[in-house]
């Protein structure tokens, strides 16, 4: 059975426990399939929203936050020679790379709505959400990579790529 197939067998009334237990910390859960399911679902239509944007309006004018600036100035100090074009997993997830992450997201804390949920990150930014191309990352780390790929021109290549689609279908 796919994403949606799980998803749909859940109800509405599946649907709102489901957002009541969302709110809940980690800590409250076991390795809950259920739950896993839900928190899947909730990072892929996260996903799936910010690629329909960034494909349909120039990225470099997005706002992702109210602390667009301080995310960003913050992540250039801190990370400011990681390859944001195409990130390498172990920059998120080695040892050495979770001690350096740690305290830049801690910093986020009561700033960042949710700056510890966890999300799919794209890895290679002129590509699609796709197994191969996603990792799993925090919030605050998503919008870290994404405002700076957004900033620098990174993700242009997805907008450019779908307003050319456009104009050809209408030509």
Not at 68 to 91: A, C, H, R, S, W
Request: net charge negative; hydrophobic share 35%; proline share 3%.
């Amino acid at each position: 059975m796919d994403l949606e197939g799980l998803l749909g067998s859940l109800g509405a009334g599946g649907a709102v426990s489901a957002a009541g237990a969302l709110s809940l910390p980690a800590e409250s859960y076991g390795n809950d399939p259920q739950l896993e399911m839900m928190w899947a679902k909730k990072a892929y239509d996260h996903a799936e929203i910010y690629f329909n944007l960034i494909s349909s309006v120039d990225p470099k004018f997005l706002k992702l936050t109210k602390v667009d600036d301080q995310i960003f100035t913050e992540f250039k100090k801190t990370f400011g020679d990681m390859n944001i074009n195409v990130l390498n997993p172990e920059d998120l997830k080695s040892e050495e790379a979770k001690q350096k992450w740690r305290p830049f997201c801690l910093q986020f804390d009561g700033i960042v709505e949710d700056y510890n949920y966890g999300t799919l990150l794209r890895l290679d930014c002129q590509k699609d959400y796709t197994e191969e191309n996603t990792i799993f990352a925090t919030r605050i780390q998503f919008f870290a990579v994404e405002i700076s790929r957004n900033r620098e021109g990174y993700n242009n290549a997805v907008y450019e790529s779908t307003s050319k689609r456009k104009n050809q279908k209408q030509s």
